[in-house]
Each structure stands twice: as C-alpha cells, then as structure tokens.
C-alpha cells in the first residue's frame, strides 16, 4: 500500500512540473504575442497612409496636440533652409506619440520631411536606409542646409517644437 502510494505522489509530481513547465513556456507567449490587425509600413511612406482607419490613434494624437505659437514663428524663419528624415516604426509606440506631434509642427511651419519606416527589427529591406546609422525609432534627422544638424530620437526633451529650434539655432 505504502509502495502504490509513493507511486501516485511521484505520478503526481510528474504531472504538476509538466503541467508548471507548459505555464512558464505559455506565459511570455501571450505577453509577447503581437496583434493580427497590427499595421507595419515599410518602406518610403506617404503622410496620407496615417489619414488610413488602421491610424485613427494617430490623427487622434494629432488633432489633440497644439504646438506653441510663440515657437512656431521662430522655426517658419527656417522654413526653406529646413527638411527632415524620419525613420519610425507603425508598431513603435514612440512613433505613435511623437510623430504626430511633429506632423503639426511640419504642417503650421511648411517643413518638407521624408518618411521610411522600419519593421520590428528596425530594418527596411525595400528601402535603403543605412544613410542613416539609426538603431532606435523614431529616429527625426534635422537636415539643415543640406547638411545634418541634429537628431531627436525616440523621445524629446521638452517638446518637439522646443527641441527643434535647440537644434536649429546651435
């Protein structure tokens, strides 16, 4: 009896850390596990693909953010020496926050920008984008007179309007 016990114990044990071991293989698959309907543009893009349904977060943020004025008038003096690069990820939530942001600032300023977007890797094989030397998204390259004059990346410091002209006026 003591032998058929000590069977069932050790058959439950063994059950329990099968059943422990598919958990914790589980677990980060459903935390990691990605949308279907994840939109991910790669590639020179146009700034009519984020007026798409699939961007309604986007012109969302868009439409709630007002640049200030006063800065606003700074950059427009720049308008023709100015353009901009910007790498970005669809799937980034950085790009999802800033982007926006600056799409404002553009439009009221007149600024010309280029759009390449990256896939999760951040690699663009249907553009070239190692001109660029980014590793993170996105990646808003300042090109003044033709020449770089700065970058903000990722994230900005005080507000993309505020850190433009930062950059502009250096």
Avoid at 11 to 35: E, G, K
Avoid at 61 to 90: H, M, R, W
Avoid at 91 to 117: H, M, T
Wanted: with cysteine; net charge negative.
């Amino acid at each position: 009896m003591e032998k058929q016990n000590i069977l069932s114990l050790f058959s439950f044990i063994s059950f329990m850390m099968r059943y422990f071991c598919c958990l914790i293989l589980l677990i980060p698959m459903s935390i990691f596990a990605q949308p279907t309907d994840e939109v991910i543009l790669i590639g020179k893009l146009d700034k009519t693909v984020f007026d798409q349904s699939w961007a309604t977060e986007w012109k969302e943020a868009q439409n709630a953010y007002k640049p200030d004025s006063t800065i606003i008038e700074k950059l427009k003096v720049f308008t023709d020496k100015l353009s901009f690069v910007i790498v970005l990820g669809t799937w980034c939530s950085d790009s999802r926050d800033l982007l926006p942001q600056f799409f404002n600032v553009a439009k009221a300023c007149g600024f010309r920008y280029e759009l390449i977007g990256v896939d999760r890797e951040k690699k663009c094989p249907l553009e070239d984008c190692s001109n660029w030397d980014y590793t993170l998204v996105p990646t808003i390259v300042v090109m003044k007179d033709g020449k770089e004059a700065g970058r903000i990346v990722e994230t900005v410091k005080v507000s993309i309007e505020n850190d433009l002209i930062r950059i502009i006026e250096n």
